[in-house]
């Protein structure tokens, strides 16, 4: 079975623009969540998605934003960005939102 | 807020020789916890995980402990390899809640 797959690896952004990054869960798996990672810290929780809803959302403004594919790839979306939004953004994938979740390797996101 | 603490940013073990990691919780609602062992430039990986209702869970070389009176729960690793050498986090879940709350990490060193 593949893993979850994340892309790009790493980007570099100008503060004010808008940035994309892109999912592709564990085969089978249903639930897609995104964290972020700043440096020194643990993955902090953006938001999670059911099967094309988002179910569950932490303490991030409205400027990220995501979807969920029907065949339950994501997408996590950064507008305006800022300097603190500097970061390594992990992709998690879940069965039914069990705690079996396999995270990706990350896209590390410079905004300059 | 800080909700998951691993106050111990560092440690250096022997090869062989015993690791004990640390972790401390303050929310009560949390049912299930979860270990994570993440290498550079990789996601984090599933190591251990232990429900509430439990106070140890045996995997291998690896042995997790569970004190819900002190909100604490401990990592061992036994012998420790150098292969062990990453960073690991503690997560904690609340019971129907979708997100993993993580600590700060812990760098593990094995000494040959």
């Known amino acids: 079975e593949t893993g979850v797959t994340q892309s790009p690896t790493h980007l570099i952004k100008t503060r004010g623009q808008q940035v994309t990054l892109r999912c592709s869960s564990q085969s089978g798996h249903n639930t897609v969540s995104w964290y972020q990672q700043a440096l020194g810290q643990g993955p902090q929780f953006i938001f999670q998605y059911y099967r094309e809803e988002e179910n569950g959302r932490g303490n991030f403004p409205p400027r990220f934003s995501g979807l969920q594919f029907p065949n339950y790839s994501s997408e996590l979306n950064v507008n305006a960005l800022e300097l603190d939004d500097s970061a390594l953004y992990l992709c998690?994938?879940?069965?039914?939102?069990?705690?079996?979740?396999?995270f990706g390797s990350g896209t590390r996101l410079t905004v300059v | 807020d800080q909700q998951v603490k691993q106050n111990s940013p560092s440690l250096s073990v022997q090869e062989g020789r015993i690791s004990i990691l640390n972790c401390d919780y303050t929310n009560s609602m949390f049912d299930y916890f979860l270990w994570y062992k993440k290498y550079p430039a990789e996601g984090p990986t599933f190591l251990i995980s232990i429900s509430s209702i439990k106070d140890k869970n045996e995997d291998g070389r690896f042995t997790v402990f569970l004190n819900k009176s002190a909100k604490h729960l401990s990592l061992h690793i036994v012998p420790s390899q150098p292969g062990d050498s990453a960073v690991y986090f503690c997560?904690?879940?609340?019971?129907?809640?979708?997100?993993?709350?993580f600590g700060t990490g812990t760098r593990l060193t094995i000494i040959p």
């Open positions: 998690a994938s879940s069965l039914d939102g069990n705690y079996g979740y396999t």
């Open positions: 997560a904690a879940r609340g019971f129907g809640n979708e997100k993993l709350t």
